[in-house]
């Protein structure tokens, strides 16, 4: 199989899988108040297991472990932080056994890494020392363990960004970053994405600079994540003149209500591939995929248009 690097030099699109944290959840898998799915892998694995499967069949050429919310500094939260090395290793051994069980072609497997704190937190971000060491830790498990690539997920200031970019780059392995965005009340500009209303700690952050800070460090693609639909091109926009690599974008759909993602205002499967199919249109991007609230009706929408 070639090699992930191989892929993004070819000419077509790649192909990432849909939400996988709300895609457990839709299956009945309950979300933890701190962790949110990273339980699920110890909890209902073959919960996990199944929605790799089915995203590897609805078309998806990289899968995400399930590894969003499982740094220890996370798990720490619901007393757990002992058990972060084994649990992000059975994530990726739970995607690469979907791999086995779904795949008739190339599937990359990604690792999942954000600046996710425990839902709980007042903070927005982790920003310490054991913060950092925590990162560390799981890029080097998420390396150990067979990840094709890294995905630096919900980047959203510069310093954590810095932290979770930079224990990824030290792997080795390739690294895409995905910022999370929202649009000024004005409408006019487009900023780092805030939803913890109760820290006062951090001032709304500029998204460019954002962008001109972690790009340097090595990274191999960026884009827009973990963003409402209508928020995406306005970010895209901004990354055009700011980045000149590949570029990605997979958008949310639905809303938090933590620590539950509700669906009853999710963007219907075909409708989210005609939005992605524009934004490849217009702004040439790499790689695409979906967030929290799509599924594997979604992905399978998107392969059909992709092939077109």
């Known amino acids: 199989m070639t090699t ?35 339980l699920t892998t110890k909890t209902h694995p073959e919960v996990v297991r199944q929605v790799h499967e089915d995203y590897i069949r609805a078309g998806a050429e990289v899968i995400t472990a399930n590894t969003y919310s499982t740094a220890r500094h996370v798990l720490e939260s619901v007393m757990l932080g002992h058990e972060a090395k084994p649990i992000n290793f059975r994530s990726v051994q739970l995607a690469k056994e979907a791999r086995d069980a779904a795949a008739d072609g ?36 998420l390396a150990e363990s067979g990840v094709d690539l890294i995905i630096a997920e919900m980047l959203r200031d510069v310093e954590n960004a810095t932290m ?4 990824a780059l030290a792997t080795g392995l390739p690294v895409w970053a995905g910022f999370s965005t929202m649009t000024a009340g004005n409408g006019d500009s487009v900023r780092a994405l805030r ?23 090595g990274v191999q693609a960026v884009g827009i994540m973990h963003t409402r639909i209508d928020g995406i091109e306005p970010a895209l926009e901004v990354l055009d003149s700011h980045w000149s690599g590949p570029k990605l974008a997979y958008a949310e759909t639905g809303a938090f209500l933590p620590p539950d993602w ?11 591939a005609r939005t992605v199919k524009g934004w490849i249109q217009r702004h040439g991007l790499r790689i695409v995929g ?19």
């Not at 967030?291 to 992905?299: D, E, F, L, N, S």
Request: glycine fraction near 8%; proline fraction near 5%.
């Open 4 to 38: 992930i690097t191989e892929r993004l030099r070819q000419e077509r699109v790649i192909l990432l899988d849909g939400g996988v944290s709300t895609e457990i959840q839709r299956r009945g898998a309950a979300m933890d108040a701190n962790v949110w799915a990273g």
């Open 106 to 141: 190339a599937v990359w497997i990604a690792g999942s890494m954000s600046s996710m704190p425990p839902l709980t937190s007042d903070q927005e971000v982790a920003l310490d020392a054991h913060a950092a060491a925590s990162y560390r830790e799981q890029a080097e498990v």
């Open 164 to 167: 979770v970019v930079e224990a």
């Open 195 to 217: 939803w913890k209303s109760a820290d006062r700690t951090q001032e709304p952050r500029d998204f460019a600079g954002i962008v001109d800070a972690v790009t340097p460090l």
């Open 262 to 272: 509700t669906f009853e205002e999710a963007c219907p499967p075909a409708e989210y």
């Open 290 to 308: 979906g967030c929290c609230g799509t599924g594997p009706a979604h992905i399978r929408e998107l392969r059909a248009a992709l092939d077109e």
